[in-house]
């Protein structure tokens, strides 16, 4: 038969025990949870459901005039096919030394998967001040100092948005003085709209594909004049002729 400070010594044993094991269970939870895998699969899910705002704060892009939540959008738009999909697991997870994790998933009426690669990289501080944090990394998939090169004095929109005049750059050839030459410091690839508008000439509007590279110039300069604008500078040439 125990002594009541045997018994006692077993309940303390049972409770630490229990206590260990309750914060080991724990521990695999919220490392689980905070995981790059549980992250990955996060962001996935996300930008499946469309909410592009979220996924665009999951992600390790810096914003400014030409990066933010609508841009993004309209890069999501041109590559991802998610909005259908009905079934989806991790395929290959990451490891000590690749940051990536490979999302297997399906499409409603699909016969075939298809594979979604993510790649993270770590965030600045710590969940709970333990675990590491995590952002997606976008990787190479900006045009950097992409050059719109527009007739001078014309206003120009960028995927619906006025291009602001600071964008214009003096640094430029000297075949290009009646021009404008706008620089776009870092923007996402892909397809952008682009309409110009200068008095005495029709409207201008083009896409135009920006790959993911440094320097790309595309020209807007061939725009053809208004039957107005016409006539009246062939009135002036003809006034000029009689005097």
Known sequence: KMTKSQIMIFVIIAEVVAIVIALYAMNNYLAGKFSRDAYAKRYFVTVANGDVKTAFNMTDAEKSDFINV???ENYLAQRENLSKVVSYNVARKSDGWVNETTIEYQNDGAQSKNQYCVTLTKGSYKELGIYD????SL??????????IVLKGASV???????????????KDDDLADCDVYVIPKMFS?????????DGYNTMNRTFEAPAAEGYVEYFTD?????DYVKSYENIVFENIKT
Not at 133 to 136: E, F, M, Q
Not at 139 to 148: C, H, L, Q, R, W
Not at 190 to 198: K, N, Y
């Open 70 to 72: 609508k841009t993004f």
């Open 133 to 136: 944090s995590w952002k997606i």
């Open 223 to 227: 725009m053809s004049m208004t039957e």
């Open 157 to 171: 929109t960028f995927d619906g948005a006025a291009l602001d005049k600071k964008y214009i750059t003096d640094d």
């Open 190 to 198: 892909g397809s952008h709209q682009v309409d110009v508008v200068l």
């Open 139 to 148: 990787g190479d998939i900006y045009a950097s100092n992409t050059k719109i």
